[in-house]
Every structure is written in structure tokens, then in C-alpha cells.
């Protein structure tokens, strides 16, 4: 599988409440949470982020709490892949098991640049800047993980296996 999008970029540390503040976590409605993602840290996110797009970001993505609420609201707004050095254990788990993908590479995100197309083949792992013609190779899945982003997420890879 591949995808191609546009780069919203960030630094390191971005946490949990930063791609979903806390106090909007009552609201039980996906579409309207989804509404809310990173406007903390870019509040013309969800008004300019399109389907397909990239998020690359610095070590520790997803740091913070546990809650699944920050991956899905990325996918929910159209995220194809986030690209950091490295992501926080428990986000990292909870990005596979919704069909978020995110790899780790830290060469493409120090490089790689705000607006700039990237494109991403998963099953190789090479990441593209289509803007700069620079490529990076990230570690490409396992297929166990691939098996869940392409039944997008972990209950659709095993109502597959049923």
C-alpha cells in the first residue's frame, strides 16, 4: 500500500493532550471530537488538513496518557501516516490496533519539511519527499501489523481471520 499527502509538521513531545485536549473528551460524538485535534498547537489543522495527509513530527509522539482518543482523531481527520524518530510505546500500540500507520524515522523527520508531498510505500518502507526528491527508508512492517492496517485496525483484521 502507498499514500501521498501533504506535511503538517511538528516538533518533539507532542503529547496526547496536545492532539486532543482533555476537555473535550466528554463529547461522545467521533466527528465532532475529531473537530478538536491539535488545535492546542495549530488551530488551522482541522480546517486545512485533506485526506491523505502526513503528519512528521520529532522523538516521542504521542507522549501522555493512554488514551486511544489522540490516534483516532488523527485518522479521523484524514492522517495516512505519521513519520517521527520515535513514538511513545502506548500510542505507538494504540496507532496500530485503529489502522493509524505511523514508522519511525528519524532521518525523514528531521529532514522533511512543513508542506512538502510525501509519499510512503509501506511495504518497503521507503519514505519519498516528492518536493525535495529526497528519499529515507524507515523500517517497513512487520506483516502482522500490515495484516492490521489493511483491515484498519486490529477487530477488522480478525473479523478477517473468521
Not at 54 to 82: Q, T, W, Y
Amino acid at each position: 500500500m502507498k499514500v501521498q499527502g501533504r506535511v503538517f509538521k511538528y516538533g518533539e513531545n507532542v503529547d496526547t493532550d496536545v492532539i486532543i485536549p482533555a476537555r473535550y473528551l466528554n463529547i461522545a460524538d467521533a466527528v465532532e471530537l475529531a473537530t478538536h485535534a491539535m488545535e492546542d498547537i495549530d488551530a488551522t489543522f482541522v480546517n486545512s488538513v485533506q485526506p491523505g495527509d502526513i503528519i512528521v513530527a520529532g522523538k516521542n509522539f504521542g507522549c501522555g496518557s493512554s488514551r486511544e482518543h489522540a490516534p483516532r482523531v488523527l485518522k479521523d481527520n484524514g492522517i495516512a501516516c505519521v513519520v517521527a524518530p520515535s513514538f511513545a510505546r502506548i500510542f505507538y500500540r494504540n496507532a496500530i490496533n485503529i489502522g493509524l500507520p505511523i514508522l519511525e524515522c528519524a532521518e525523514a523527520a528531521g529532514a522533511i519539511q512543513a508542506g512538502d508531498t510525501v509519499s510512503i510505500d509501506f511495504e518497503t518502507g521507503l519514505i519519498s519527499d516528492v518536493t525535495s526528491g529526497n528519499t529515507f527508508q524507515a523500517l517497513p512492517f512487520p506483516t502482522f501489523i500490515q495484516n492490521i492496517i489493511d483491515h484498519d485496525g486490529l477487530i477488522g483484521s480478525l473479523n478477517a481471520q473468521m
